[in-house]
């Protein structure tokens, strides 16, 4: 079992700075690609940031260029470093990981409990 804990959301002004971390824990053997989603009030759940293994990095079209993701050496952690926010940023960010035992056994996907990012205008 692998939990998943975020940190690091907030309210800040439109044209601010936000750094959030998700940190991995438990039973961890392989986890492959690690990523942030973002779902905003009344939205479906949309993909903000992926980062693999290799450390490939893939961003939606909406942050490209305002929104940086990292891993850190074990891989076990991921950062989204978010600047130049704007009022459309405001959602709630996920993290999410697929982890599995062996490289020859399936991955599963695991969530975290998501934190608020709120930015006023």
């Known amino acids: 079992q692998v939990q998943l804990v975020e940190s690091g959301g907030g309210l800040v002004q439109a044209g601010g700075s936000l750094r959030l971390s998700c940190a991995a824990s438990?039973?961890?053997?392989?986890?492959?690609?690690m990523a942030w989603y973002r779902q905003a009030q009344g939205k479906e759940r949309e993909l903000v940031a992926t980062?693999?293994?290799?450390?490939?990095?893939n961003y939606a079209d909406s942050v490209k260029g305002r929104v940086t993701i990292s891993r850190d050496n074990a891989g076990k952690t991921v950062y989204l470093q978010m600047n130049s926010l704007k009022p459309d940023d405001t959602a709630v960010y996920y993290c999410?990981?697929?982890?599995?035992?062996?490289?020859?056994?399936?991955?599963?996907?695991?969530w975290g409990q998501g934190t608020q990012v709120t930015v006023s205008s």
């Open positions: 999410y990981c697929n982890h599995r035992i062996a490289s020859y056994l399936p991955s599963r996907d695991y």
């Open positions: 438990g039973r961890i053997f392989i986890i492959d690609t």
């Open positions: 980062i693999t293994k290799s450390g490939s990095t």
